[in-house]
């Protein structure tokens, strides 16, 4: 669908896994993606996580998860569209990670280790305030990270006020510029605001990006096309239905 290392990016509005089913098979050279996983509902119902009130992405209601039960067959799609010798990378908080991983393995890929991301400030919570996420490290078949010196806890400052739990660019820079060439194809199935994106086209890769949210996709696409990534259209696509297009999501 690309070429060339010039950026480009396609953004579709889809429930992610319908949205992968339309992808090729082999097609796509990493996945970095940020579900807003069950667990979050845990902190929202002991009152640990914070009501978006001046978000301007906000609807000031809770954003609908991505149910645990749904995880195996978002990753046999992400094991189906990823070409063989690539990475995927989960962003997850602790209890998310002993389901995912083992979903993960079933579906084929290798697990690693899970990633530290270092937020440098405590934030929500009554048991010792969380100060970092996981990123699950897999793996289909076998590659070569390209630096061998980095760190398995990436210190990254936590976003202040952007769009409910946005993630760092600088986190997803290392972890593209981990696993991806110049020219190569990264997807986020959940991609929020866009972080992931904005750090592919910085790098020079192609971006594939997908979220049920318009107000996201509007966000990631003006911050892509600042970042001088050209949008390739999607001709026609259904769009998502009007529950699905409230963005709620709880901080974190
Ligand atoms: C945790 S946020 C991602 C934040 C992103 N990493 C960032 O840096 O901005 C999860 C995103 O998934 C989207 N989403 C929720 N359910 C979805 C589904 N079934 N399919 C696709 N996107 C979904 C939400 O609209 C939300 O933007």
Not at 73 to 84: G, M, S, T
Not at 143 to 154: A, E, W, Y
Not at 184 to 195: I, K, M, P, R, W
């Given at each position: 669908m690309f070429s060339g290392t010039k950026p480009e990016f396609q953004l579709s509005g889809l429930d992610a896994v319908t949205w992968l089913k339309k992808l090729e098979s082999d097609s796509i050279d990493l996945i970095v993606t940020d579900p807003p996983y069950e667990s979050l509902e845990k902190h929202r119902a002991k009152g640990t996580t914070t009501r978006l009130k001046n978000s301007k992405a906000s609807s000031n209601q809770w954003f609908e998860i991505f149910p645990n039960e749904r995880f195996e067959?978002?990753?046999?799609?992400?094991?189906?569209?990823?070409?063989?010798d690539r990475h995927f990378y989960l962003f997850c908080d602790a209890e998310t990670m002993f389901v995912a991983k083992p979903i993960g393995e079933k579906c084929g890929f290798k697990f690693w280790k899970p990633?530290?991301?270092?937020?440098?400030?405590?934030?929500?919570?009554?048991?010792?305030?969380?100060?970092?996420?996981f990123i699950l490290f897999f793996e289909?078949?076998?590659?070569?990270?390209?630096?061998?010196?980095?760190?398995?806890?990436?210190?990254?400052p936590r976003v202040y006020r952007g769009y409910p739990t946005e993630k760092p660019v600088g986190v997803a820079d290392i972890l593209i510029n981990q696993s991806t060439q110049s020219g190569?194809?990264?997807?986020?199935?959940?991609?929020?605001?866009?972080?992931t994106g904005v750090a592919a086209a910085n790098n020079g890769r192609h971006f594939l990006g997908n979220d049920i949210c318009d107000e996201a996709r509007d966000i990631t696409?003006?911050?892509?096309?600042?970042?001088?990534?050209?949008?390739?259209?999607?001709?026609?696509?259904?769009?998502?239905?009007?529950?699905?297009?409230q963005l709620q999501i709880p901080m974190t």
């Open positions: 067959e978002l990753f046999e799609q992400f094991y189906r569209v990823l070409r063989k990633i530290v991301w270092d937020k440098k400030k405590i934030g929500m919570g009554y048991h010792y305030r969380a100060r970092y996420e289909k078949g076998k590659r070569k990270l390209n630096n061998l010196g980095i760190p398995d806890i990436l210190e990254e190569e194809v990264v997807l986020d199935a959940f991609a929020g605001s866009g972080s696409r003006k911050r892509l096309l600042e970042a001088g990534a050209t949008e390739r259209k999607i001709l026609k696509e259904k769009a998502s239905s009007p529950r699905q297009r």
